[in-house]
């Protein structure tokens, strides 16, 4: 069964660092998101991407994220200059159709852990 | 096991069985909704959704009820099994966003062997 991938698995950064959070959608899915879960806390939204273009993004999602998408498989979020409170868990996300988000699947998550 | 932010509501049930969970959404405009497991360690994990033109969905062993008026939505596990021990999260969507999810606090499954 086809999957959502993300890489690394944990990644441990510095405050004021550059951190990319990688992830490869189901092959012929065509609309790509990204939400983070801080620790124990619920999923948020950050930003929606379809046709190489933002569609949607949260309050959370500043001038400090970007998201781009390098080449036909790969889809990354960028933090510019990581915070503490940056701390949490990234989960991309793919779906075939965008409108109703359509059965979101998820990738196993980026554990980010800003020091 | 760490335990920061949000408290999250317990559910603990025999093996075998059946599990009802609940949520309340948020915006009486959501009408798109979704439930989602979430093991240890992983990420979200669709299960069933439900569109508001209806009230009750069916899948292999889980239900989901829609009820508009109140904005409650609930999960119901037939024969509860060890394996669906987790976390489970109720998410919503609205007319107007083009597929960003409102993810609600959670329920933790216990289920007894």
């Known amino acids: 069964e086809p999957e959502v991938t993300q890489t690394p698995s944990h990644q441990v950064t510095q405050m004021g660092q550059e951190v990319i959070l990688r992830c490869v959608p189901i092959s012929n899915h065509l609309y790509f998101y990204w939400y983070r879960q801080i620790l124990g806390q619920k999923v948020e939204f950050l930003v929606s991407f379809y046709n190489n273009e933002i569609s949607e993004k949260s309050e959370i999602f500043d001038d400090q994220f970007s998201v781009e998408r390098p080449d036909g498989s790969n889809f990354t979020l960028k933090i510019r200059s990581t915070k503490l409170e940056d701390s949490a868990m990234y989960f991309c996300a793919s779906t075939r159709t965008g409108h109703r988000s359509y059965e979101q699947y998820f990738g196993p998550g980026t554990r980010l852990t800003v020091t | 096991g760490e335990s920061v932010g949000l408290h999250l509501p317990t559910l603990s049930v025999q093996e075998g069985d059946n599990s009802i969970i609940n949520c309340a959404y948020s915006?009486?405009?959501?009408?798109?909704f979704i439930w989602y497991k979430q093991e240890s360690g992983k990420g979200p994990q669709f299960i069933i959704d439900i569109r508001s033109n209806m009230d009750k969905r069916q899948g292999q062993r889980v239900t989901v009820l829609l009820n508009k008026t109140v904005k409650h939505l609930s999960l119901q596990i037939a024969a509860t099994q060890p394996g669906d021990s987790a976390v489970y999260f109720c998410a919503e969507n609205y007319g107007g966003s083009q597929g960003n999810l409102i993810f609600g606090k959670g329920t933790k499954l216990s289920v007894k062997p």
């Open positions: 915006n009486s405009a959501s009408d798109y």
